[in-house]
């Protein structure tokens, strides 16, 4: 479905590109129905329903998208509430005591977490390919190894 140049952002696991934005800069996502799924994005965006966008400007953006990640089983236990489809009490996660280190410390966090996760993705996509040459390597391996000229034996 991309039929555009702006990222769309949806309460599930797939994302798509659309010709509209909502909104334009750095914001955080979070899921306000069902569960906690905290997502980031930086420049022109568009969002779903059930999606509650924001920004922050008392400390630094990626580092509050970390940190969300980070407590998100909280976010789902506590701050979402009700019966059948839960809803996030947005009241109640606007007003979360966040731990914000100095700005310096906030940025090294980001550079590192940000590497990390480039690294994770770099493995996940790369693992299925891994795999598939190990089992090549095995069946190889396993051919050269089990092939007799001679067959004196019977079962």
Known sequence: MNKGDYLAI?????????????????????????????KYNQGKTMYSDHVFAFKTNECNTKYLYFYLLNISNFINEKLFVGSGLKKLNKKEFLNL?????PIEIQNKIVEILDKLQAYTK??????????????????????????????????
């Open 122 to 155: 770099d493995i996940q996509s790369g693992l299925p390919l891994e795999i598939d040459q190990r089992k090549k390597q095995y069946e190889h391996y396993r051919d050269k190894l089990l092939n007799f000229k001679e067959k004196n034996t019977k079962i």
């Open 10 to 38: 949806t309460s599930g696991n797939k994302s798509f590109y659309v010709s509209d934005f909502l909104v334009d800069g750095e914001y955080i996502f979070v899921n306000d129905g069902g569960q906690a799924d905290v």
């Open 97 to 101: 005591n966040i731990a914000i280190p």
